[in-house]
Nanobody, 128 residues
Framework: HVQLVESGGGSVDAGGSLTLSCLFN????????MAWFRQVPGKEREEVAN??????YYADSVKTRFTISQDFSKKTTFLEMNSLKPEDTAMYYC????????????????????????WGQGTQVTVS
């Protein structure tokens, strides 16, 4: 049984920084693509970044400002967010997928929601 637990959200002034964490609860028997998505009420969820064994992909809107990383010893995936803008305000979700399609694309391009098997509950980020 896999459970993803996000933390680190909060309120910050424009130009500030936050680091989100996603704890992978459960014993991974497979290699997982890890991704961060975000969603604003009334809009579709969009992928922000993904990572697979050191290969990283970023959406154009966050490239150069956000960094995704992993600490395998802590089973945690991070999203470091710098130079935050009001348009970064959203609920941020962590997701994981071990399917062939997800792991082939992960780190090089966007991964669709339906290609990821596990989702966290989300953590709110508000930039004003």
């Amino acid at each position: 049984h896999v459970q993803l637990v996000e933390s680190g959200g909060g309120s910050v002034d424009a130009g500030g920084s936050l680091t989100l964490s996603c704890l992978f609860n459960g014993q991974p028997g497979e290699n997982y693509c890890m991704a961060w998505f975000r969603q604003v009420p009334g809009k579709e969820r969009e992928e922000v970044a993904n990572i697979y064994f050191g290969d990283r992909y970023y959406a154009d809107s966050v490239k150069t400002r956000f960094t995704i990383s992993q600490d395998f010893s802590k089973k945690t995936t991070f999203l470091e967010m710098n130079s935050l803008k009001p348009e970064d305000t959203a609920m941020y979700y962590c997701a994981a997928g071990a399917g062939t399609v997800a792991t082939l694309k992960c780190g090089f391009g966007d991964v669709r929601e339906d290609e990821l098997n596990h989702w966290g509950q989300g953590t709110q980020v508000t930039v004003s």
